[in-house]
């Protein structure tokens, strides 16, 4: 079951923060985080794993509310290099699974 | 260096036609992943390679096969396919298949179908 995203698009001016959301109907392992622009592949920013372990990347941060089963990515200070397609990719607690399901995307386009 | 590579960039083939894409990758990992990208939606997978042994195979046609000759290169057969699989083929890797791992993903091959 694919994660949701929200919001689906959203337009900032350089400098201004977004939070952006992930959440899902089933338990999850690890949350990815991945920024994908227009006719390349995505980028790994991020990973969130059960018990609160996080990883980071450039000056962007994120959550992870296992109880929720939420994550959320946090952009401050906006650059136009942030400008792109942000995923979520999550891995559910079942048996063995370990593949990634990716939420439906959230557009960001940075305005100078 | 975390590149992985995919050749080639566009291809076009008709519905009667047989081609592959190849995925390379030098970072000494052991899974490798096929995933297919429609327009503005997220990438879907279609397989997955583990220790060049094929671990998942997501329902996918029979018209798309894979293989994995050694533990750097991934190719995907294409034969008698259908203009709606048209899209974009993307090829990643991790160290070995664990929910953990960061996937690193190549460009794309940016398949049309006539």
């Known amino acids: 079951q694919q994660p949701v995203q929200s919001p689906q698009a959203v337009i900032l001016r350089e400098g201004e923060d977004a939070v952006i959301n992930c959440s899902s109907s089933k338990a999850l392992y690890s949350v990815h985080w991945y920024r994908q622009k227009h006719g390349e592949a995505p980028v790994f920013l991020m990973i969130l794993l059960k018990g609160g372990e996080q990883k980071g990347h450039e000056k962007i941060s994120a959550s992870f509310n296992e109880k929720k089963q939420q994550s959320s990515l946090y952009l401050t200070a906006s650059q136009l290099s942030y400008s792109g397609t942000y995923f979520c990719?999550?891995?559910?607690?079942?048996?063995?699974?370990?593949?990634?399901?990716f939420g439906s995307g959230t557009q960001l386009t940075v305005l100078p | 260096d975390t590149e992985v590579t995919q050749t080639p960039k566009h291809l076009v083939m008709g519905m009667t036609n047989k081609k592959s894409l190849k995925c390379e990758q030098h970072?000494?990992?052991?899974?490798m992943y096929w995933y297919k990208q429609k327009a503005k939606k997220p990438p879907e997978l279609m397989f997955v390679y583990s220790y060049e042994k094929l671990s998942i195979n997501e329902s996918v046609p029979s018209r798309f096969s894979p293989e994995c000759p050694n533990s750097s290169l991934l190719n995907l057969h294409l034969h008698a396919l259908q203009p709606e699989d048209s899209a974009l083929y993307l090829c990643?890797?991790?160290?070995?298949?664990?929910?953990?791992?960061?996937?690193?993903f190549g460009p794309g091959t940016r398949l049309t179908v006539l």
């Open positions: 970072m000494g990992h052991r899974a």
């Open positions: 990643a890797s991790s160290q070995i298949y664990r929910s953990t791992d960061t996937q690193y």
């Open positions: 990719g999550t891995v559910f607690q079942t048996g063995s699974a370990r593949q990634l399901t």
